[in-house]
């Protein structure tokens, strides 16, 4: 898995409890009883001074929601200076003079971006089916890239991304942004010492009720053809009369978007390959519907995905389930369970909890006294039986102050461009994290259990 160059440094854990201090290597069974009181550990990155000499200037394509934020974050990030804004719909661009200032040059052109010689690396959050276009276009003119998660609307688009950026030898970041999370990197570092034991099987769950966070986006009163450039929204999709909801609520269509698996699976796939060191799963399986938000979109709001991931040298067999439903009353939940033989861990972003199961033998059951008196195995069945007691519970967290896995993601990028170095989730991993997301569709909207590959890329007939 790639990392910072400085990955030493940086990715070392202050491990605190709230009151006193517990040794990192420590696992909650041999906490004495006081620490289980206040088993709460804190994490964070070891303090880090890096220079801001050179100022790198970004260019963000697609002002919509999500990259807005995506260039809210990056300019937080010392050195960094958004100079440029392209987007399609005319309202966005003024924004964007509004929100970082009268100078910054907009057009709907991306192509206009890349022609700049001031630009440095460009922030790609347009609708999944322009993924692989930009991405290949910026890299060929030498910029770096960070480019919104999938990192490509369909498998088949994977090869040329990974391929543009081998040959130009351009920074490329896919922005699943807990790829950088102190979550991530703790779960990682508990599951190789064993924490949890020999990993079984995963599970993720992504919850969601409202009507935004269902893709219900508002469309703005003034969308018409003269403010948006439909014809050139659909240069790679089916030509139609103009029609908003595709535009601004683009996740709802198969022409553009990669539904919740392209959306949420991808953040679990990510956070678990990088956790497990894992490059994918061989089988994948789903099943769905549409139970509610029944607004015209063509893809599901509850989806329930199944992959069998095979033995390598770095992990054992293991399997996962990933759900996402956007009918939840409960709303917003989300998480990524791993279990082991002896525990399992909960892994968000900034908090992995973790629990971690003792056996202990009952001597008064009577099939242990049966066996350990020398009873006659071939007259009664002797088998080790052992009681369950409650699980030790340990919780870490990040350290107060800790700026959050889209910060991390984003300085993990510029970090890269700075020193030469590599990224936290390069295309070959961004793709291997993609490809069971998108096959997730294909096996849903087919009817039939999907072979993949993981090690050559490709689906299996």
């Known amino acids: 898995m790639p990392v910072n160059s400085n990955e030493n440094s ?16 420590l696992l909650p069974n041999i906490l004495t009883a006081a620490d289980k009181k206040r088993n709460i550990e804190s994490l964070s990155r070891l303090n880090e001074k890096y220079s801001a000499n050179d100022h790198i200037q970004v260019a963000l394509i697609g002002a919509g929601g999500m990259g807005t934020a995506d260039a809210n ?9 958004l100079v440029a804004a392209c987007d399609l719909y005319d309202g966005r661009l003024a924004d964007a003079k509004k929100k970082w200032g009268s100078d910054i040059f907009t057009t709907r052109n991306y192509h206009e971006i890349l022609d700049r010689k001031d630009i440095d690396a460009v922030i790609i959050a347009v609708p999944d089916f ?3 276009e930009i991405s290949v276009a910026a890299m060929n003119k030498g910029k770096s890239v960070y480019c919104e998660k999938p990192m490509v609307h369909d498998i088949t688009e994977g090869p040329a991304v990974i391929d543009a950026q081998q040959r130009n030898k351009v920074v490329y970041q896919v922005g699943s942004q807990g790829m950088s999370s102190l979550g991530n990197e703790k779960a990682r570092q508990l599951l190789k010492e064993g924490a949890i034991g020999h990993l079984n099987y995963a599970e993720g769950f992504w919850a969601r009720m409202s009507p935004t966070g269902a893709w219900q986006y508002p469309i703005p009163a003034d969308a018409s053809t003269k403010t948006v450039d439909w014809d050139a929204y659909l240069k790679n999709a089916p030509k139609r009369d103009f029609d908003p909801l595709r535009f601004f609520r683009w996740r709802n269509y198969r022409d553009y978007g990669t539904g919740v698996s392209g959306d949420l699976f991808v953040h679990l796939f990510s956070s678990l390959h990088f956790v497990t060191n894992s490059i ?8 769905g519907g549409l139970r509610y938000w029944k607004d015209g979109r063509e893809v599901p709001d509850i989806m329930l995905g199944m992959f069998d991931y095979p033995e390598t040298a770095v992990h054992p067999a293991f399997n996962l389930s990933l759900r996402v439903n956007f009918v939840d009353g409960t709303g917003g939940t989300n998480y990524l369970r ?3 033989s002896e525990g399992s861990m909960t ?9 971690k199961n003792r056996n202990e033998v009952d001597a008064n059951d009577p099939l242990t006294a049966t066996k350990n008196s020398g009873g006659n195995a071939g007259k009664s069945y002797v088998y080790d039986r052992k009681s369950m007691l409650p699980p030790d519970k340990l919780i870490y967290e990040a350290e107060q102050g800790y700026k959050g896995a889209h910060f991390d993601h984003f300085y993990n990028l510029f970090n890269a461009m700075r020193n030469n170095g590599k990224v936290a989730e390069d295309p070959l991993f961004g793709f291997r994290a993609a490809a069971p997301a998108l096959l997730c569709n294909d096996s849903y909207f087919s009817n039939k259990i999907i072979q993949w590959d993981p090690t050559n890329l490709k689906v299996v007939s």
């Open 280 to 287: 994918g799963p061989n089988k994948v399986m789903a099943t």
């Open 338 to 340: 791993m279990v082991g």
């Open 347 to 355: 892994v968000e972003w900034d908090k992995v909890t973790l629990y």
């Open 10 to 25: 940086r990715r070392n854990f202050i491990s605190k409890l709230a009151k006193g201090v517990v040794g990192a290597s």
């Open 130 to 132: 322009w993924h692989k």
């Open 73 to 81: 974050t990056a300019i937080t990030v010392p050195g960094v200076k």
